[in-house]
């Protein structure tokens, strides 16, 4: 993977994928954003110069990140566009369809990135179905790249095992207390770019799982100081490091001086100390779920072809 500028626009990076598609680096996520919200804030993220958005089937709003794309006026081909199938729409046919729903949603023929959304290990036979749809998909040139969300080393490992294309992104939570560095090396072996979600650890909720003791980098000191020393944020600081050690980062936020504030990050560069001390704060405490942890009925929603 390489990083190059290639819009005028704050030298945005982009990151070239394993098959060929280039991605740029950062992107707008729209995670817990309500619909009437994730119309907004797509809409301010293109106009500010944003060219990748992620949703997933799972978010509930892929449909609203059509109308804010639409909303914009930026030319379809100019956004990057990721989403993600989720646990009850695996399987080979299944997630085929999903494909088609997710789509349709978007309002769009083609996706440029359309990933797994989690290993699912208690059924990691429909995993793999769903997987080699993802493959049928992309020999069709209907998606573009594809990939997977949450998958540890070992995940990769069974995956690889049983399908024959090495997935363009994987997915997972990273933010400079929840480093992941296992993780990213079995992504680097495997020439797959690692994408960060809460890559500046500010989504810290989620039903059912315990948080107690949670600690936010966005009040970290160590950060604090970088950003200090730069004329920067915290945000800005750690969007910064993911995109200097080679990462995607997706931060999430409605807020449109937040979405401006997490885009501009392209005008400083971290010393090598400066990165070394972020990496070193990592507590390896997630916030969200561990993907290996057998999830019950409650995981296996129907999504809405609506």
Do not use: C
Not at 30 to 45: E, G, H, I, L, Y
Not at 80 to 94: A, C, P, R
Not at 260 to 271: G, I, K, P, Y
């Amino acid at each position: 993977m390489t990083e190059t500028a290639t819009t005028t626009q704050s030298a945005q990076p982009t990151l070239t994928l394993n098959n060929g598609v280039v991605m740029p680096a950062v992107g707008l996520g729209v995670f817990q954003s309500s619909p009437d919200d994730t119309v907004s804030a797509v809409k301010t993220a293109l106009e500010l110069g944003y060219r990748h958005i992620d949703t997933a089937a799972a978010y509930r709003n892929e449909r609203q990140v059509g109308e804010g794309l639409r909303a914009s006026g930026v030319p379809r081909e100019d956004v990057f566009l990721e989403t993600k199938i989720w646990i009850s729409q695996y399987g080979y046919d299944e997630t085929l369809h999903g494909f088609e729903v997710a789509a349709r949603k978007l309002g769009v023929e083609q996706i440029d990135q359309l990933i797994l959304h989690q290993p699912a290990p208690w059924i990691f036979d429909r995993t793999l179905e769903a997987y080699r749809a993802l493959e049928t998909l992309l020999a069709d040139g209907r998606v573009r790249s594809i990939g997977v969300s949450n998958f540890t080393g070992e995940h990769l490992d069974r995956l690889m095992q049983e399908r024959t294309v090495v997935p363009a992104i994987n997915q997972i939570e990273l933010h400079p207390y929840f480093a992941q560095h296992d993780n990213v090396a079995a992504d680097d072996a495997l020439g797959i770019v690692t994408q960060a979600w809460s890559p500046i650890g500010g989504i810290t909720f989620y039903p059912g799982y315990d948080n107690a003791g949670h600690k936010n980098p966005l009040t970290d000191d160590t950060i604090r100081a970088i950003g200090e020393a730069h004329g920067k944020t915290n945000a800005q600081v750690m969007i910064r490091w993911h995109v200097q050690e080679g990462r995607s980062a997706i931060p999430k936020s409605v807020n449109a001086g937040r979405i401006a504030e997490n885009f501009d990050v392209f005008d400083f560069e971290l010393s090598a100390d400066e990165l070394a001390a972020i990496d070193a704060l990592d507590l390896g405490k997630r916030s969200g779920p561990n993907p290996d942890t057998v999830r019950g009925p409650e995981a296996m929603f129907e999504i809405s072809e609506d």
